[in-house]
């Protein structure tokens, strides 16, 4: 996508702070599937949906898949598609249209589409957004900064907050965005029939990066290792007491078996986990090849550690050393770019087993 700014602006002042409207983010961009075509695909057991409504001031939600007479409405509703950058070779470049972010932060392309009049009504997101207009208008109202301790409407399944004076209001047409940072109240209120693409950017919870990377250190952490108590061990203590030095040695005895045997590879492995409707399918837009040029699969995620004269390597979140001259080929294949399969084979053969063991690797469809 094209930023108004720098990126290094957008990187120092906007991102995770505050929201940014992007005229002409891709210009021309027209949706490259009919409102038709998504509906198709929200008939299908195997993608996520939902079907968000409003009648008569009272909001309902229904989960897929559809049958062909869901969509006969006449109130203001709403179709959700989740991972559509899996299911259609046009939507999944559009993770590649980032690349002034780090593209292990990609979660998915969620396209939904509304009729006149329509939204799924004021709330807020946990993670990063950009809103890319594909059909017809969609104007978004932009409101305060909410948290846990925002009230919210619950009901219905839906997580809506109170509706609120807008502090900004941007009318978005076919190929301009909006970026939406975390906890920031946004409402889309469908302006005609449209389709609006969501482009998801992951955020790991902290929880999750605790549990992970002490899980981590736990594997590797001898269990006859135990606490000194060095200087905390003095005489005239106060019978019982647990005093802030005892606490202070502990807790520095924790921090530092962490930072001796943390390995650092739990970041990578849960940066490029599945979720579980990902990995339970397989998606592919052309046959692998072993000759031919390939390029990454739309279902798998890959990231990469430089790690002494060796690379960590991560996929759909396993980890394996390879050699540091697999570094041009990862590096083309998280930019989105094909790669002859010969070449990464005679290069770094670990690595190329890997990828076609995990069915990573799609044949290029213009070879």
């Known amino acids: 996508m094209k930023l108004p700014i720098s990126a290094q602006q957008f990187l120092a002042e906007y991102w995770q702070q505050k929201p940014l409207y992007l005229p002409q983010a891709i210009p021309g961009f027209r ?52 991972q559509m950058d899996r299911w259609h070779p046009a939507i999944h470049q559009l993770r590649l249209s980032l690349s002034f972010l780090p593209n292990w932060r990609f979660d998915d392309v969620m396209v939904s589409y509304a009729v006149e009049g329509a939204g799924v009504g004021p709330h807020f997101d946990r993670y990063d957004v950009f809103l890319l207009q594909g059909l017809g208008q969609r104007e978004w109202r932009l409101g305060p900064v909410c948290d846990d ?65 002490t899980d981590n250190v736990l594997e590797r952490l001898s269990s006859t290792l ?25 807790r520095d005895a924790v921090a530092n078996a962490i ?20 990995a339970d399918s397989t998606v592919r837009f052309a046959t692998p090849s072993h000759t031919g040029k390939v390029r990454l699969s739309a279902d798998t995620r890959l990231a990469w550690r430089e790690h002494n004269d060796t690379l960590d390597v991560f996929i759909d979140g396993d ?49």
Request: proline share 7%.
């Open 319 to 367: 980890c394996i050393d390879v050699s540091s001259y697999a570094l041009p080929y990862l590096m083309a294949l998280c930019s989105g770019d094909t790669i002859e399969q010969q070449a990464l084979e005679n290069a770094c053969p670990t690595l190329s087993e890997a990828l076609y063991e995990c069915q990573a690797l799609v044949a290029d469809p213009e070879d």
């Open 259 to 278: 930072d001796a045997l943390d390995d650092g590879r739990w970041l990578g492995e849960i940066l490029t986990e599945q979720t579980d409707s990902v």
């Open 149 to 213: 301790d925002t009230p919210q409407l619950g009901g219905n399944g839906l997580n809506l907050v109170p509706e609120f004076e807008p502090e900004a209001t941007f009318l978005l047409n076919p190929g301009d965005a909006l970026y939406v940072p975390p906890g920031i109240a946004h409402w889309g209120i469908a302006r005609s029939a449209n389709m609006t693409f969501s482009v998801g950017l992951r955020a790991p919870p902290i929880a999750a990066l605790l549990a992970r990377r």
């Open 31 to 82: 949706s490259p599937i009919t409102p038709d075509e998504l509906a198709g695909f929200a008939l299908d057991a195997d993608i996520e949906s939902r079907l968000i409504w409003q009648d008569k001031g009272i909001w309902g939600q229904a989960n897929g898949p559809f049958i062909d007479t869901s969509f006969q409405r006449q109130d203001l509703w709403t179709l959700l598609v989740q």
């Open 226 to 250: 135990l606490l000194e108590d060095g200087a905390t061990a003095v005489l005239n203590s106060r019978p019982g007491e647990i005093t802030a030095a005892h606490l202070a040695n502990a």
